[in-house]
């Protein structure tokens, strides 16, 4: 928190908070950089400070230049959370792409992730700001990790009456992204994210053209993964032409990866009576392994199948308990993370899984401890 007189800083405090769980304020000695344009560069003022209490004045603050950031944990020495003020928020829109240094740049990123975890910034706000903004990083592994975080957002943070607008938008941003990007590792992150961002028929066939060279990019090829992820949507979304692509691929790609593909298409088609199929086999003798096994469970759940699946989001919750009871405890955590329904963010969900992590009690440690994690992500989202 801090306050200026127009062109000098005045007042300038750290505040910090612990979860309610673990309520423990713990000493943090940590570098505020305050960042301020100064003929259309930026310059930092570094300041050393050590937190002690849930405030602490920093007086060495006060007759600095006016800065447009202060970033709170300059340098990453600090182990915590940072949130921004409203100001620093302002500025780091306008301007994250204008900070040479690094290490910052990332932070502010890891920060603003952070804060829509935290409710303290609409993930709408993050995405708009990702469309805008990331384009131009040219750091390969922040570009990577940043779309990982906005796959995040669009997931489990976008309310879902805006969820298809939001995908839509996020899918033209990353193809114009695509098409700027320099030839190498960026153009195959680019691509990654702009295939996992069609969930709408028309951005399907529009990826599909890229994998059957009607439309090219310079210096990009489609790879094996891209391919079947493609051919993957097809079948999930119901679209035609869905089994001749996987034909294809099967043909292109004999291997384990591609035999695990095969399984997850079986799965992935949206008729009921291969849901229930599936659903039989996956809880009895499995596909003949624990890896295809995996690959049916990661098929059996689409978020366009939501009317076909809905009714074994309690037949999980059922068996569930079973299946950690007397089945190895390998196969136990993996069904967990396949058919567990947190994808759909309701509160009947959470309260369904809430009432099973109160029936497990002490009886299965294992299952009470993914239930209270999954619980806390489904509480968040």
């Not at 930026?42 to 800065?67: C, F, H, N, Q, S």
């Not at 709170?72 to 829109?93: C, E, I, Q, T």
């Not at 195959?188 to 066939?205: E, G, K, S, Y």
Request: net charge negative.
């Amino acid at each position: 928190k801090w306050e200026s007189d127009g062109e000098r800083v005045t007042q300038l405090s750290l505040t910090q908070t612990a979860p309610d769980g673990y309520p423990t304020l713990r000493p943090h000695r940590v570098d505020i950089g305050l960042v301020r344009d100064e003929g259309g560069k930026l310059a930092v003022d570094v300041l050393p400070a050590t937190i002690r209490d849930a405030e602490t004045d920093i007086p060495e603050a006060r007759g600095l230049t006016k800065p447009g950031l202060v970033f709170p944990n300059y340098n990453d020495y600090g182990y915590a959370k940072v949130a921004l003020d409203a100001d620093s928020v302002a500025f780091v829109r306008e301007s994250i792409d204008r900070v040479d240094d690094t290490l910052l740049r990332q932070l502010l990123w890891s920060s603003l992730w952070n804060m829509v975890r935290d409710q303290q910034l609409k993930s709408t706000e993050f995405l708009a700001l990702v469309r805008e903004k990331l384009p131009s990083e040219a750091r390969v592994e922040l570009v990577d990790a940043v779309l990982a975080q906005a796959a995040g957002a669009l997931g489990r943070y976008v309310p879902e009456a805006k969820r298809e607008a939001e995908y839509r938008a996020a899918f033209q941003a990353f193809r114009t992204a695509l098409r700027a990007a320099p030839q190498g590792d960026l153009q195959i992150v680019w691509a990654r994210a702009l295939i996992n961002a069609a969930i709408v028929p028309d951005d399907i066939t529009e990826i599909a053209r890229l994998a059957d060279g009607y439309d090219t990019v310079p210096g990009l090829t489609i790879d094996q993964d891209m391919r079947w992820t493609i051919a993957l949507k097809f079948v999930g979304h119901g679209l035609t032409g869905a089994q001749e692509r996987i034909d294809a691929e099967s043909k292109r790609d004999p291997s384990d990866r591609g035999q695990r593909a095969l399984v997850r298409a079986e799965t992935s088609v949206p008729d009921a009576a291969v849901k229930a199929a599936a659903w039989e086999k996956i809880n009895g003798d499995g596909y003949g392994s624990l890896y295809l096994t995996n690959a049916a469970m990661s098929g059996f759940a689409w978020v366009c199948q939501r009317d076909l699946v809905e009714p074994y989001f309690e037949r999980f919750f059922e068996a569930v308990p079973g299946i950690f009871r007397d089945r190895p405890r390998e196969f136990a955590t993996d069904y967990f993370h396949g058919m567990f329904p947190g994808w759909v963010i309701e509160d009947g969900i959470l309260e369904r899984s809430q009432r099973l992590l109160a029936e497990a009690g002490d009886d299965s440690p294992v299952l009470a401890r993914m239930l209270r994690e999954a619980n806390d992500d489904l509480e968040r989202a």
